[in-house]
């Protein structure tokens, strides 16, 4: 009795791909998402200061409104000049350049204010003018802080900006931890942070920097 030939595996059809992969990146999205959730319900753990050891406070950019800080920036400063009278830093910087209608940049008016609010003296305080976007605020930061042997900082932004925030820091040679904010982190926008880490973790997030 003649035996039946062996049946050949069937091959994935074109349908079956594409909801593979469509499988896939529906992970990928929601993986990053409780991921950029979960950084955004982040408490930050005080730490004691060896003595000579270095660590800076780096607020990034938010809006002004010709020198003067929107609530978003203001509240940045107020948390980072906490950081600063409490010994939990050594020094402060500021970041962000300005658009093209403004008269003064993110990073003076945020100068300014820690100035008169803080009373945080000048050689405490550093400036980033340029930056017009996270990964140029930080890269540019990173450069002048590791001049300094500086490497340790405390990021202090929004709830939804912080993972990305983290994940900019280390590739661009930072140490990060985040102070955050007490405002609310808005679904949509960490829809939309969690859609820039997850396309960031794949290309680098110097690389997704440039295409935006």
Do not use: C
């Not at 049946?7 to 074109?14: E, Q």
């Not at 679904?187 to 290309?203: D, H, K, N, P, S």
């Amino acid at each position: 009795m003649v035996g039946r030939p062996a049946s050949r595996p069937r091959r994935p059809t074109l349908r079956t791909i594409v909801l593979g992969v469509v499988a896939l990146v529906v992970v990928w999205l929601v993986f990053n998402f409780f991921d950029v959730w979960l950084a955004s319900r982040s408490t930050y753990e005080t730490v004691t200061l060896a003595d000579g050891q270095g660590r800076a406070a780096v607020v990034l950019g938010a809006a002004q409104y010709n020198g003067e800080p929107s609530p978003v920036l203001m509240a940045r400063l107020d948390e980072a000049g906490e950081l600063y009278e409490t010994d939990q830093v050594t020094v402060v910087v500021v970041t962000g350049g300005r658009q093209p209608a403004d008269v003064t940049t993110e990073a003076k008016t945020g100068y300014d204010y820690l100035r008169e609010r803080s009373g945080i003296p000048d050689e405490h305080l550093r400036l980033e003018v340029h930056g017009g976007s996270t990964y140029e605020s930080l890269a540019a930061t990173s450069r002048f802080l590791r001049k300094e042997d500086v490497r340790r900082v405390v990021l202090v932004t929004d709830r939804f900006h912080a993972k990305r925030s983290i994940l900019i820091a280390r590739e661009v040679g930072l140490d990060p931890d985040v102070a955050l904010t007490d405002r609310s982190a808005p679904f949509g926008r960490l829809v939309q942070e969690a859609g820039a880490v997850a396309v960031g973790r794949i290309i680098g997030f110097r690389h997704l920097q440039q295409l935006l």
